[in-house]
């Protein structure tokens, strides 16, 4: 049996695997010049295959029960177990999993030393444009010429991080074969905000919690630290609510974000935090008061949109001038306009219609013989290896069960 598996990043590598070790004849077809280009980039440059960490929320879907059907199949210990199988020992940091070298590239090193000894044909430079389901074989037209193959597992990826090679084609390669394709949006990304003031708070680094709120409704919460750009916000919180609103921006609602910088704290108890501070040192300044508590330029950035005399001392602030600071700090809200664009997000919300596709074994519903993998499918998982997860997971499912009958 051949089986042509097109995309050769984490999901196609994994596909090819779990197939050939079947003993089916794989052609793994990738159109950059090399495979696995996308997995150097994860975990900045070292790697973080998967989290221990499993919960069935960590993963996102418009058939939200399809994801976690997938992990339970293939789960982070039997990841964990193929990759020690691979030669490659993880290093267990609070349940994030990395290789015990720190490097990407050892990952991608025993992904093409398993593909050599199982015999993988590995075709690289080479853009696969049409896929012909025929009564016997599929044909598969690329820029090569034309190739044959019982059966396809499309691995193509995503539409994010272009220049690794996630370029969009294979949504339309799955449209072409009849299958929907939910509207594929940046996720683990950044967001652009309305106010004029982020250009003074650039660089900007301050723990919180950061709540997203869709026409006054809040539709996710994140707490971590919040990193400041000259444009809006990002950081590891702000990347896992960003999912919630690219969906919410796509369908032309209001979007804002809460940021919370003393998210243990209540409003009342910070209130009192405050009036105990002022009682220490009733001479300080405002511009003073903050000094030692939070970052300069969020102080500055509070006392101005306060309006309260930078001269004024704490111990002359009335009620309401302690109120407006604590509002500020724990209240601090900014309209959301955007997302950055598919070149800065590390993975796609949306993608091919899960609810299309066998959940057992990944094939199609409608084109035997086709199976699916990847970031390809409408599932997008928080940061921290849960992408990573689901590739390795529904790779190994898809190679395994198209393999059956070799």
């Avoid at 695997?17 to 150097?40: D, F, M, T």
């Avoid at 020992?89 to 093409?112: D, I, K």
């Avoid at 050599?116 to 389901?133: A, M, Q, S």
Wanted: charged share 20%; proline share 3%.
């Amino acid at each position: 049996m051949k089986i042509a598996v097109i995309g050769g990043g984490a999901s196609g590598m994994m596909a090819a695997v779990a197939a050939a070790a079947q003993g089916a004849q794989i052609l793994l077809i990738e159109q950059k010049e090399r495979i696995g280009k996308k997995l150097l980039s994860t975990g900045n440059g070292r790697c973080n295959f998967t989290n221990l960490d499993q919960e069935p929320i960590y993963y996102h879907s418009e058939n939200i029960a399809f994801p976690w059907h997938i992990i339970e199949k293939f789960n982070a210990q039997d990841a964990s177990s193929f990759f020690l199988k691979l030669g490659v020992y993880s290093r267990n940091r609070n349940g994030y999993l990395y290789p015990n070298s720190n490097q990407a590239s050892a990952v991608l090193e025993a992904f093409r030393m398993e593909l050599e000894r199982l015999h993988v044909d590995i075709l690289t430079e080479t853009k696969c444009l049409d896929i012909l389901p025929g009564k016997k074989q599929f044909q598969i037209q690329t820029t090569k010429g034309k190739l044959f193959a019982d059966r396809v597992i499309l691995a193509a990826g995503s539409k994010a991080a272009p220049f690794t090679g996630s370029d969009g084609s294979g949504y339309t390669l799955a449209k072409k074969l009849g299958h929907r394709i939910v509207p594929v949006l940046p996720a683990l990304v950044q967001l652009h905000c309305k106010e004029p003031f982020f250009k003074s708070l650039s660089g900007v680094r301050a723990q919180g919690k950061v709540s997203l709120y869709e026409n006054g409704t809040c539709v996710a919460q994140e707490t971590g630290e919040i990193q400041f750009t000259n444009y809006g916000i990002s950081g590891i919180p702000v990347f896992q609510i960003s999912r919630y609103a690219s969906d919410a921006l796509y369908r032309g609602q209001e979007v804002k974000a809460v940021l919370n910088f003393m998210p243990d704290f209540s409003q009342e108890m910070f209130t009192t935090f405050l009036k105990a501070r002022i009682s220490m040192r009733p001479a300080k300044t405002t511009e003073q008061f903050f000094i030692g508590l939070f970052h300069k330029k969020l102080a500055e950035l509070w006392v101005k949109l306060s309006g309260i005399s930078r001269t004024k001392q704490v111990g002359q602030w009335t009620t309401e001038d302690i109120e407006l600071f604590v509002n500020l700090i724990l209240n601090f809200t900014v309209t959301v306009t955007k997302t950055n664009g598919f070149e800065q997000a590390q993975v796609c919300a949306g993608g091919v219609d899960t609810r299309e596709v066998n959940p057992d074994t990944l094939e199609s519903l409608y084109v035997p013989g086709l199976y699916f993998t990847g970031e390809l499918l409408d599932v997008d998982g928080a940061t921290g290896g849960y992408n990573l997860q689901f590739c390795w997971s529904s790779g190994h499912i898809a190679g395994r069960e198209a393999s059956k009958g070799a």
